[in-house]
C-alpha cells in the first residue's frame, strides 16, 4: 500500500532526470526544511504563469515573448538546431551566436518510439528557404547522429544549406556538458557535413 511519501517522491519522479533517490532526497529535504516549500511553490508558480515555449523555435517565452525570436538583430535565417531548450541555453550562454534556434525537443530515437513526426522538424522546415543555413548542434550521440543525418537528408533534397558543428565536441558527448570554449569553436568552425 502507497503511503504519502511514496506518492510525493513518485509525483517528483516525473522530471526528466529525478531518480527515484533524488526524488527521496528532495522529498526529505522539504520535510526537514519546511521553509524551502514556499521557495519551490514560487518558482513553480513563475513556471506555471510566467514561462513557456515558443510556439515557432520551441525556446522558452518570458511573459508570452520568445526573446530569441522577437529580437530584430537576431539572424533568422542562421538556425541552430538542438535537442532541447538546455541545449539552446548552453549555446546562448556563450555570448557568440547570434542566429536563432529549432529546439527539436528531443532526437529520434526507435528503441522509445521517437520518431521524426514526434520532433518538430516539420516546423523547422516551414521556417527555411534558400538562404537559410541549419547548424546542426546535436549531440554526437547515437541518437544525435541519426537526427542530424535525417535533417541533413531533408536539407539536401530542398537545397537548403546545412553545416555541422567542428569536432572538438567527443563523440558520444552531451553539449549540456561540454565547456563554453569547445563550444564556441565548434559553433564558429562548423563545416559543411558530407
Known sequence: MENKFDE????LRFLDGVTKKSAKRMAI??????????????AL???????????TCFYMTIDNVCPICSDPDRDKNLIAVVSTMSDAM?????????????????EINLS??????????????????????????LNSTFNG????????DIARQ???KYTRLARGIPVGGVLDYVDEKTLSDALKNRKKDD
Do not use: M, S, W
Open 8 to 11: 510525493v517522491v513518485e509525483k
Open 145 to 152: 547522429e541519426l537526427t542530424a543525418n535525417y535533417i541533413r
Open 29 to 42: 529535504d522539504l520535510v526537514n526544511k519546511n521553509n524551502k516549500i514556499e521557495n519551490a511553490q514560487e
Open 90 to 106: 548552453t549555446i546562448e550562454e556563450i555570448h557568440d551566436y547570434n542566429g536563432a534556434y529549432a529546439v527539436l525537443n528531443g
Open 112 to 137: 522509445k518510439n521517437i520518431t521524426p513526426d514526434k520532433l518538430t522538424i516539420d516546423k523547422l522546415f516551414n521556417r527555411t528557404n534558400k538562404n537559410t543555413e541549419l547548424i546542426l548542434a
Open 158 to 160: 530542398r537545397g537548403i
Open 45 to 55: 508558480d513563475i513556471i506555471k504563469n510566467d514561462l513557456g515555449q515558443c510556439p
